[in-house]
């Protein structure tokens, strides 16, 4: 077996840092999910602005354990846009990463209409993701300040979060914030959900 075809950390950035096409790159990405470690963080940070590349590198972010990679995407957005913006917000909620809630309120709060709604909405849905106690905190915050197709959009995340509380062994958190939910939307279909659940 050749060298290129070697499922290591290290074949695999040899070819981020190789002039392979596209297509090559997007496959290392792939593998990375399964073998990268913090020497990854770097190389696939590098490819978060690019238009094809960046929902590969996302991936290998979101799978490395190491607290860099959550790092390296919290410094990412300010420096993109639209949906590459949205891709890194939706990783730290998949990555469920704690500390990025006070960026992710602000996201909430600036892109909540217009083109860069997208941004708002995969902020709130991280925050469900994440469903941390400052989350759901912020998530009751936006949902008492929020209106319209934001507003719903914020229930939809806080109805995850109950399932991630719940996941997390907090049933009695979980039972609170449906409380809230229903109180929050006497009608409708968060109401119905939260009083289903």
Do not use: W
């Not at 913090?38 to 190491?66: F, Q, T």
């Not at 996941?167 to 006497?186: H, N, Q, T, V, W």
């Amino acid at each position: 077996m050749s060298s290129k075809h070697v499922l290591s950390e290290e074949s695999q950035l040899a070819i981020l840092k190789s002039d392979a096409p596209p297509h090559e790159k997007a496959v290392a990405c792939h593998k990375l999910v399964y073998v990268a470690g913090p020497k990854s963080v770097a190389p696939l940070a590098a490819m978060l602005n690019d238009e094809i590349l960046s929902d590969y590198a996302r991936s290998g972010l979101e799978a490395i354990e190491d607290a860099s990679a959550s790092q390296a995407l919290i410094d990412a957005l300010p420096k993109l846009k639209g949906r590459l913006l949205a891709g890194a917000v939706n990783s730290l909620g998949v990555r469920r990463e704690g500390k990025a809630v006070g960026v992710l309120l602000t996201f909430s709060e600036k892109f909540t209409s217009g083109d860069d709604l997208a941004v708002g909405d995969a902020a709130v849905s991280s925050l469900g993701m994440i469903a941390s106690e400052p989350a759901v905190v912020v998530l009751k915050s936006l949902i008492s300040r929020s209106f319209d197709s934001h507003r719903t959009a914020v229930g939809h995340a806080s109805l995850m979060a109950v399932e991630r509380l719940r996941s997390d062994g907090k049933a009695a958190d979980a039972e609170e914030l449906l409380d809230f939910l229903a109180d929050a939307f006497p009608d409708g279909p968060i109401h119905d959900a939260a009083k289903r659940l």
